[in-house]
C-alpha cells in the first residue's frame, strides 16, 4: 500500500527535463542551477526515499540564492527559513514528512505569507501543498537502477547515481522557463558537470 510518504508525484509533461546525476557533488551543483531558474514566490516540491539527496539539492540551492546558514534537514523543525545575504529571496525549506494534516498544517507554518516573496522548498509536500500556489516545480529524485546506470560508472559509485526529474505545474513554467537546467549549461562551460540529461 502507498502511504503519503512513500507517493512521489508523476512528473511529466513536454517540458519536463529527466537528468542523471552521478555522485552528491553533482547534486549540490544541480541546486546551484536550479537557483539560477527561481525567483520570489516558486514552490518547489521534493519527493524521493529517504538519502536520494533532496537535502543535498536544497543546500546548493540555498549556495545559489545567497542565502544564510547551513542548509540542513529540518526534519524536528519542520521549517527553516534562511534569509537572503544578497537581496534575493529568501528560502523557506520545509520538511511535511511529520505532518499529516496537510494544507491546515502548513499554514499554521505561515507559509502562505513567506510564499511571495521567498522561495519554498518542500520535501515530503506531494499531496499536502499543491493548493499553496497553482504554479509550482516538482522535482522527484530516484535510485539508478540497472538499464538507467550510466555507462562507465564504477561500482563503487553506483549507489551515488539519481535519475532527477524536473517538471513544472502551471504559466510559470510552460514554454522553456527549466532550460537553463539542461546539462552542459553549468555556467562553467563544463559539459555535463552535473550530469547528463537523458
Same mark, same amino acid.
Given at each position: =500500500?502507498?502511504?503519503? !510518504? ?7 509533461? /513536454? ?24 525567483? /520570489? ?11 536520494? $539527496? ?12 545567497? @542565502?544564510?546558514?547551513? @542548509? ?14 544578497? $537581496?534575493?529571496?529568501?528560502?523557506? !525549506? ?11 498544517? =502548513? ?12 522561495? @519554498?522548498?518542500? *520535501? ?5 501543498? *499543491? ?14 537502477? $540497472? ?5 562507465? @560508472?564504477? +561500482?563503487?559509485?553506483?549507489? +551515488? ?28 562551460? +563544463? *559539459? ?7
Amino acid at each position: =500500500m502507498e502511504t503519503p !510518504h512513500t507517493r512521489t508525484a508523476p512528473v511529466s509533461g /513536454p517540458d519536463a527535463l529527466r537528468l542523471t546525476v552521478d555522485s552528491p557533488e553533482a547534486m549540490r551543483r544541480l541546486g546551484l542551477r536550479l537557483a539560477g531558474v527561481l525567483r /520570489p514566490g516558486d514552490l518547489v516540491l521534493l519527493s524521493g526515499e529517504l538519502g536520494a $539527496g533532496k537535502t543535498t539539492l536544497t543546500r546548493g540551492l540555498g549556495e545559489g540564492l545567497g @542565502v544564510r546558514g547551513a @542548509v540542513t534537514s529540518p526534519t524536528f523543525v519542520i521549517a527553516r527559513v534562511h534569509p537572503s545575504l544578497t $537581496g534575493g529571496p529568501a528560502l523557506v !525549506h520545509v520538511d511535511a514528512y511529520r505532518l499529516a494534516g496537510g494544507l491546515d498544517e =502548513m499554514e499554521d507554518l505561515d507559509l502562505d505569507v513567506s510564499l511571495s516573496d521567498s522561495v @519554498v522548498v518542500v *520535501e515530503w509536500g506531494d499531496g499536502k501543498v *499543491e493548493e499553496l500556489s497553482a504554479d509550482r516545480l516538482h522535482v522527484r529524485i530516484d535510485r539508478a537502477t $540497472g538499464d538507467e546506470l550510466p555507462a562507465g @560508472v564504477a +561500482d563503487a559509485d553506483v549507489d +551515488d547515481v539519481r535519475l532527477v526529474t524536473v517538471g513544472g505545474v502551471g504559466a510559470r513554467w510552460a514554454g522553456g522557463a527549466l532550460d537553463g537546467l539542461r546539462a552542459g549549461e553549468d555556467g562553467n562551460g +563544463d *559539459e555535463g558537470a552535473y550530469g547528463r540529461e537523458g
